[in-house]
């Protein structure tokens, strides 16, 4: 049985499992960002709302079958949806990581503080063990996240990830819960 869809709160943000009222939002975000996000995220090379919508629905249908738990950031008071956070489950007690925020938010702590409610949220709810992420190996604001979380790097990957502007080298980190 799938967990309840619940909301997270911290001191600056509101964490909603996407849900097809987020889709206008991360479409604006993604386009607001898409110079930043690019390299690392093949969907930023041509980000369309209706991706964003299909994405949305999906989401839903795939925290129902426990495949994805992904939240939409957002921002209390204005509403603005910020980004993503959530986590892919890869099997009894492990699940991914991962997260992305508009670049014009990005710097303040708010990616680690969205992030460090998911952590919490997964080995609670989830009782998950052990946490798995990758990051590009240029991304220097993901892998400052990921240290900032506690992960450890565990070395690179022994695959090229899909960007959007093609593949590129990344890093592998793991925390244990």
């Not at 998911?118 to 190996?137: D, K, N, P």
Request: charged share 25%; no cysteine; net charge positive.
């Amino acid at each position: 049985m799938a967990p309840r869809r619940v909301t997270l709160r911290t001191s600056r943000l509101v964490l909603q499992p996407v849900a097809p009222k987020h889709a206008e939002g991360l479409h604006e975000a993604t386009v607001a960002s898409r110079p930043e996000l690019l390299p690392w995220m093949p969907w930023a090379k041509d980000p369309q709302l209706e991706r964003a919508r299909f994405m949305t629905r999906d989401g839903e249908l795939r925290w129902r079958a426990s495949s994805v738990f992904h939240f939409a950031v957002v921002e209390p008071g204005t509403g603005k949806v910020l980004g993503v956070v959530g986590l892919n489950p890869e099997g009894e007690g492990v699940a991914e990581l991962h997260y992305w925020i508009r670049s014009d938010h990005a710097g303040r702590g708010l990616t680690t503080e969205a992030a460090r409610a998911v952590v919490e949220w997964g080995r609670r709810v989830l009782r998950l063990e052990r946490l798995t992420l990758w990051a590009g190996r240029g991304n220097a604001a993901s892998r400052r996240v990921a240290e900032k979380l506690g992960f450890k790097h565990v070395g690179p990957l022994d695959w090229e990830p899909d960007g959007g502007l093609g593949t590129f080298p990344a890093e592998s980190y793991e925390l244990k819960l």
